[in-house]
Each structure stands twice: as structure tokens, then as C-alpha cells.
């Protein structure tokens, strides 16, 4: 009898191992997918504040003189990345379906050339899709000389569609390098 309630328990510890491993595998398989799950879950909801990445038509010059909004502009610069960044205006006012045209200031602090990506952000994340961009510096890559400046134009708009109760919104761009780490040096 004892020798069956000994089998009767090693199966036990058996079944909890492989119900373990199995557990083990559907949470590391559910962390797989979290990200591009949150990504559609974003973009289905439009909380992300992602902007788009292609330029935007002007399709209609349709203008709300009737309704001002504030649009902010925030630089940030990525550690590691040895350029300054900044906005040449940091607040406007401005009504939608009005095209308006801003640039940011970039030099590269360092003694090689180098390049730099800049990434886009709106928040509340709701008027992201709602922000347009005709012409924007972080379509592409901007290369710098050693030293050197560069003024980067940004060109939008902000579709009348814009929500009522969005009456203030905020651009932020960070800046990453995008230097290519395959690259030969040969001097």
C-alpha cells in the first residue's frame, strides 16, 4: 500500500511540474505578444501619441477662426547623444486648418560627423492624430558634420476635426543617434 501511495505522489509532483512548465511557457508567450498587442491597442484608441511617420496633405484649406489652440514644443535630447536640440519657438497659438511653419536648432558637439533621428510624440495622445505634418526633419535622418548646425524645418497643421475639449497640445520630439554602427572607418 505504501509503495502505491509513493506512485500516487511522484505522478502528483509530476503533473504540478509540467503544469508549471507549461504555465512558464503561456506567460513568457504572453509577454511576446504584449507589445505588438499594445501597439494595436494604441493605435485602435489612439492613446499612443505616436504622429505619423509620412507627410501629410493639405487637402482643404478649411480655417476655425473661431477656436485658438496652444501648441507647445519640447526637445529632448537621448543620453548618450552629444548634439544640443531645441525648439526656436517653444509656444503658439494657432487656429486649426492654419498651416504654419517652425524650425528647431540642432549642432553636433562632437569632433566627428554623426547623425541624429528625431522621434515625435503629441500628447494628450488623443490629438495626435489630429496633428499634421506636410514637412518634418524626422522623416529622415539628419546628418552633422563635426561641429557643425543646421536649422530643421517643421511644416503642420492641426485638422479643424480636433476635439473640442483638446485646447492645448504638445509636440515633443527626442532625439536619438541613428549613426549606422556598421560602418568602416578608413582614414
Not at 480655417?63 to 531645441?86: H, L, P
Not at 517652425?102 to 490629438?127: C, D, E, F, K
Request: aromatic share 10%; net charge negative; charged share 15%.
Amino acid at each position: 500500500m505504501a509503495n502505491h501511495d509513493l506512485q500516487a505522489s511522484a505522478k502528483k509532483k509530476q503533473r504540478s511540474v509540467w503544469s508549471l512548465v507549461v504555465m512558464a511557457v503561456a506567460m513568457f508567450g504572453f509577454a511576446f505578444a504584449l507589445v505588438p498587442l499594445y501597439d494595436v491597442f494604441c493605435d485602435i484608441t489612439g492613446i499612443n501619441g505616436k504622429t505619423s511617420s509620412t507627410p501629410a496633405a493639405l487637402t482643404e484649406n478649411r480655417i476655425d477662426t473661431s477656436r485658438t489652440v496652444t501648441v507647445e514644443f519640447v526637445a529632448y535630447i537621448n543620453q548618450g547623444m552629444k548634439w544640443t536640440f531645441t525648439p526656436q519657438v517653444t509656444r503658439m497659438d494657432v487656429h486649426p486648418g492654419e498651416t504654419h511653419k517652425i524650425a528647431y536648432a540642432a549642432q553636433n558637439l562632437t569632433a566627428r560627423a554623426s547623425v541624429g533621428q528625431a522621434v515625435p510624440s503629441v500628447s494628450p495622445g488623443l490629438a495626435a492624430k489630429y496633428f499634421n505634418k506636410i514637412q518634418c526633419f524626422c522623416f529622415n535622418h539628419q546628418p552633422l558634420e563635426a561641429g557643425a548646425s543646421a536649422e530643421l524645418p517643421l511644416v503642420f497643421y492641426i485638422d479643424p476635426d480636433l476635439p473640442d475639449d483638446i485646447n492645448t497640445l504638445t509636440l515633443a520630439y527626442t532625439l536619438y543617434d541613428a549613426q549606422p554602427t556598421d560602418t568602416a572607418q578608413t582614414q
